[in-house]
């Protein structure tokens, strides 16, 4: 590209001259392309080591005279300074031989070449990345073999430890990838590893790797030193893994999006990132943990924030904090750790004003402004460094809201109508089946009631409440009953998430009860089992609602669908919440308190379980210790965690958890699992087997009682009192509160989060494995390597392995691409000019539900099948593969417009045709050369006509999974695609009609052309089963025609093989004419499968040819092995 003229002074010393002409000079680098010595090793190593990274390429301009030179164009590539030297050649040269001084001629290039820059810059917008970024991008895809979409995010200096040296070299990290290259005096060193193998990420400080960041793989161990930014570059390796995590867990497009309003975003003191993607994957995370903080929707993107102080009217005083804006919100955070939070909705805003200083000397009052609400309540914030500037930000942000949630009336009316349709939303539940309270309880729940209508009479109430210490103490001790679901509903932030998606559970409501599907089946049969001790749930107004919420949710997130324990939660939040209320409090625990815990793995609830384990291991190491001894440690965190302690705990127990839990987060469930495994810390130490922990624990848990409120069961507690939930919540904030954050429980749940997926992802290929061996064809080394290139195959075409119920295999499911790229290459079928053609007949015959999806068992069935089944097998395979209805019309095209194998494909068509319709003398009768010269009776159409004559509407899809079944005869069945489907068919494969097996004769001809012996076989079969298939369409000519009497035709008439390889007709056979059109009428030419198996096996060489093994050891080697770019379509 042209760049501004700049002075140079030494044109030779890291550079080679390539062309020379009287003005100008084309170099290149040393160190680049075919430059060798010394030089070119020094300049390569200062290139690898230091952080200038200059283009390979360069034009000069020069004069004569002068010994300044001016660099006006650097390229990347050779093509592209070659294009620029191009057209200085054809534009600017012969124009310089007019000017009469040097001086001239310097200054006219300089000015050409800026007017160039000029116009160009008129013609593109700014572009987000530098100039010396692109060069490492360049290098980055050159030198690593990347594809071209792949995104470099950064890049980091050095030292990569192998074979105990350090190499210094340069960490490039990828959206997919973590490389790093070297380049010392001569000696390369090149790494790269995917992220989605990477199981432990660390930073290490020991004698022999001090201050090092450790990555392990599957296969081994890489240690990285000698970081100038040693923890922003480990901070962005957990997120770039962790952003692989989620793509392997949730089964999503590997895609990744970059956020283009950061280009336009009005900002200020952003410091200047190396790339713009970098700058997105900051502001993503900076954003996560925004939405962490504040509850907030996680579509929610932080726009930055300011320091600055909030004015606090309950205690009348100006808090240090920081202020937070977003697309849809305002927040602040005290700097004291839970002083004070706000949230301020956008939509809410009434007013935003500068707020003058009143001379009264106080120190708030400087910078501030005023945001007023549509509810009339006000918000100062004071001591604002630039308030113009957020002032505009705010504004800015306003405007953009929608027309409809600009502004919030006061007057809005929060119940809605629900006459209109089929269905009623219920209110809380506790509000229809009222529970009979004693009289202390009555009292204790009413003085509660006080605290809190006291509490916020001075804090406010709804989303824009002030979150105090104060509130946080009324938590703990337990949210009375009335006001729970409103609480829980502020806290969670569901209430946010409520309003802007207004009327969506209604329509999902009335999409889903109207469907059916396996999740609904599924929440069907446990509805009965929610908490069946509530009399809600011994109704069907109780037993209703939670359907309705349940079955909703399903549908609105299909990625999770429904979990068991789902329904015990669900209807815990009924009980207290309205019904639209408790689903959008649903939504939020499954994808942002718990996310990926109700997936059909339990990914959550696994990795959460590694935290407690790391935990337990920080705080009670003794008891971590005994408690992996007996194997106690996974029994804990799933029956707990998932159900939040409701199935372990009596009921009136376990929501004084959930308010916590609501108002704290996930943290909550930690320390609540910490204190109680640190009271009980004594009697676990003597237990010698797990069932003696168990028994402790379930005795602890029963005996932890509320006297503050109404438990479900009415008959008396046996169960020994061990502990009050109020005083077991505050030990749990006392004891573990300061060190057990909610940004402590997100760094380890990425942490644990790399070695849960690995683990699954080795598991899910261990049961897959030992699903495929039970096929008995290709043995176990080969089914493990083919495996691992089927999810190399899968990674890099930015899928990873889906979660499927019916078998272990369904996780991996190839399209039509991979297929072909990975059968071709391993199939000895696949080789000749029919390769593509077999390959697509060989998909659709093992694609079973017919959705362009084929799965590890169908390629490994495909390529068994093509090296490991005895004749009669693969014969079969190649037959059914060929038929009606998975051969279809409109793919017997024309020969002449295939892509491959055009002249051989016209060859055998117009052999196998003469032999059947030899030609005639009589010029009226022309002879049929190939398919495409067919007339207008197809007998393809005949035979499907002559099947749905018999009233069969189903019958071309009855008869696919027929075929297939022939096709697969002998081997173990394949589960059924969809639960609860109907049983496959018998067995059996339809009549070839002639187009179809002149197609199958053609595939046999190709596969057999490299030995003369297999294609005189292939002829004789060949020609004995056509003149066979014209007693079908012939019967009353031709009965009186044994099969023995066309076998000894076939033998008389043995087509002669020339030297190479090509056959010619006997002269001396009478050649009697074609039948009109009008004889294929009598009837439907044909070959069955028993006449193509007998035939065809009757031929010794073909027998012997498809009963040779072989081992796809050495293609898979070699696929393996190869460049993955040349394998990915």
């Not at 009186?1040 to 056959?1063: C, H, K, M, W, Y």
């Amino acid at each position: 590209m042209w760049v501004k003229p700049e002075e140079v002074f030494l044109k030779t010393a890291f550079w080679d001259n390539d062309e020379t002409s009287l003005y100008f000079v084309l170099q290149r680098r040393k160190g680049h392309g075919k430059s060798k010595g010394l030089s070119s090793l020094l300049v390569g190593t200062l290139d690898s080591v230091r952080d200038t990274k200059p283009p390979p390429y360069r034009i000069l301009h020069q004069t004569p005279n002068s010994e300044v030179y001016y660099v006006i164009a650097t390229a990347l590539t050779e093509n592209e300074i070659r294009q620029d030297w191009q057209w200085l050649f054809e534009n600017v040269c012969p124009t310089l031989h007019s000017f009469d001084k040097e001086e001239e001629v310097t200054e006219f290039v300089c000015c050409k070449i800026n007017s160039v820059i000029a116009t160009k810059q008129d013609n593109i917008t700014e572009d987000e990345d530098t100039v010396t970024y692109k060069n490492v991008d360049y290098e980055f895809h050159q030198r690593f073999g990347m594809p071209d979409d792949e995104k470099l995010v950064c890049y980091y200096s050095c030292s990569y430890w192998k074979s105990k040296m350090p190499r210094q070299g340069w960490m490039y990290l990828s959206v997919h990838y973590m490389c790093f290259y070297s380049f010392i005096f001569g000696r390369k060193t090149l790494l790269k590893i995917r992220w989605a193998d990477v199981t432990e990420l660390a930073k290490i400080n020991s004698y022999l790797f001090p201050d090092s960041i450790k990555i392990v793989t599957r296969d081994d161990e890489h240690y990285f030193t000698l970081f100038l930014r040693k923890n922003e570059t480990f901070a962005l390796m957990q997120q770039l893994a962790n952003i692989a995590m989620r793509q392997l867990i949730n089964d999503k497009s590997a895609s990744f999006n970059i956020d283009k309003d950061l280009l336009t975003k009005l900002s200020k003191n952003v410091p200047k990132k190396p790339s713009f993607l970098k700058r997105d994957l900051d502001a993503r995370k900076q954003s996560n943990l925004y939405t962490l903080k504040f509850r907030l929707p996680q579509t929610e993107k932080l726009d930055g924030s300011e320091e600055c102080t909030l004015w606090t009217p309950y205690n009348k005083r100006y808090n240090w904090g920081r202020l937070y804006l977003s697309q849809n919100f305002i927040c602040f955070d005290s700097r004291v750790r839970n002083l004070v939070r706000l949230i301020i909705p956008l939509r809410n805003v009434h007013q935003v004003e500068r707020a003058d200083s009143t001379g009264t000397g106080s120190s708030g009052d400087s910078g501030s402004i005023l945001i007023t609400t549509a509810h009339h309540t006000s918000f100062l914030f004071g001591n604002i460094s630039d308030r113009d500037f957020l002032v505009n930000k705010i504004s800015e942000l306003l405007a953009k809201l929608p027309n409809d949630v600009y502004r919030e009336k006061p007057t809005r009316v929060a119940a809605q109508d629900d006459e209109d349709v089929v269905w009623t939303a219920q209110p809380p539940l506790m509000t229809l089946f009222k529970t009979h309270q004693t009289y202390p309880i009555k009292q204790s729940q009413t003085k509660k009631e006080i605290q809190w209508e006291d509490h916020m009479s001075e804090v406010g109430r709804g989303v824009s409440m002030y979150q105090t210490t104060a509130g946080s103490e009324l938590v703990v001790n337990g949210i009375p009953e009335s006001l729970r679901g409103e609480l829980w509903s502020v806290f969670s932030g569901s209430i946010l998430q409520k309003v802007q998606n207004k009327g969506l559970y209604e329509k999902l409501v009335k999409k889903a009860l109207s469907s059916k599907n396996q999740a609904n089946d599924e929440i069907e049969r446990d509805l009965h089992r929610s908490l069946p001790e509530h009399p809600a749930f011994q109704d069907d107004v109780g037993i209703s609602a939670l359907r309705r919420v349940l079955c909703a949710y399903a549908l609105k997130n299909p990625t999770i669908g429904y979990c068991q324990a789902m329904n015990i939660v669900a209807s815990v939040l009924l009980i207290y919440c309205p019904e639209e209320q408790a689903f959008w409090l649903l939504a939020t625990i499954c994808e942002t308190l718990l996310p990926d815990y109700y997936d059909t793995r339990v990914v959550g609830a696994l990795v959460d379980q590694g935290v407690l384990e790391e935990l337990t291991e920080q705080h009670l190491p003794e008891l971590h210790a005994k408690l992996d001894e007996l194997g106690m440690m996974k029994m804990i965190s799933l029956s707990w965690f998932l159900t939040l302690f409701i199935s372990v705990m009596p009921y009136e127990c376990a929501v004084n958890v959930m308010d916590c839990f609501f108002y704290d987060g996930a943290k909550v469930i930690f320390q609540v699992t910490l204190t109680i495994l640190d009271i009980n810390r004594d009697k676990l130490l003597k237990c010698t087997e797990d069932g003696q922990a168990m028994q402790v624990f379930t005795e602890y848990l029963e005996g932890i009682y509320n006297d503050e409120a109404m438990a479900l069961s009415t008959e008396p507690r046996t169960a020994k009192r061990t502990i009050k939930i109020q005083d077991l919540i505050y030990k749990s904030y006392r004891t573990f509160g300061q060190n057990v954050s909610s940004e402590h429980i997100e760094h380890l749940r990425l942490k644990h989060r790399l070695r849960v997926v690995r683990q699954l992802e080795d598991s899910l290929e261990r049961n897959t494995l030992r699903a495929l061996q039970q096929d008995r064809l290709l043995d176990a080394t080969e089914l493990q390597e083919l495996l691992s290139i089927i999810r190399e195959e899968l990674l890099w075409a930015k899928r990873v392995p889906c979660e499927r119920l019916e078998a272990p295999y369904e996780a991996y499911r190839l399209d039509y691409t991979q297929f072909k790229t990975l059968y071709t290459a391993l199939s000895p079928w696949a080789k000749g000019d029919f390769a593509e053609a077999i390959a697509a007949r060989m998909f659709k015959l093992m694609d079973n539900d017919d959705d362009g999806y084929v799965s590890a068992r169908g390629l490994s069935l495909a390529l068994g099948l093509s090296v490991r089944a005895d004749a009669q097998r693969r014969l079969r395979v190649l037959y059914c593969a060929h038929a009606p209805p998975l051969l279809s019309h409109h793919e017997l095209r024309p020969t002449n417009f295939t892509d491959t194998g055009e002249e051989l494909a016209t060859d055998a068509f117009s052999f196998f045709d003469s032999i059947e319709n030899p030609s005639t003398p009589e010029p009226s009768t022309p002879a049929v050369s190939s398919v495409s010269e067919m007339g207008d009776g197809n007998p393809l159409d005949k035979y499907n006509d002559s099947i749905n004559s018999q009233g069969s509407g189903t019958w071309e899809s009855q008869s696919a999974e027929s075929v297939r079944a022939c096709a697969l005869c002998g081997l173990p069945a394949s589960l059924p695609s969809t639960p609860g489907s109907a049983p496959a068919p018998p067995a059996g494969a339809p009549p070839l009609p002639r187009d179809h097996f002149l197609q199958l004769l053609a595939v046999l001809h190709d596969l057999t052309q490299h030995s003369p012996s297999l294609y005189e076989a292939v002829v004789r079969a060949g020609t004995v089963l056509l003149q066979l298939g014209e007693l079908h369409r012939r019967p009353e000519l031709d009965r009186e025609i044994s099969q023995d009497s066309l076998f000894l035709a076939a033998a008389a008439r043995q087509p002669e093989v020339d030297p190479n390889g090509n056959t010619t007709e006997p002269q001396d056979v009478a050649k009697p004419a074609s039948p009109s059109k009008g004889s294929e009428t009598d009837g439907v030419w044909s070959i069955t499968l028993q006449q193509f198996l007998a035939t065809m096996l009757s031929e010794a060489p073909i027998e012997e040819f498809f009963n040779e093994k072989s081992s796809l050891l050495p293609q898979l080697e070699a696929l393996r092995q190869r460049d993955r770019l040349q394998s990915v379509s």
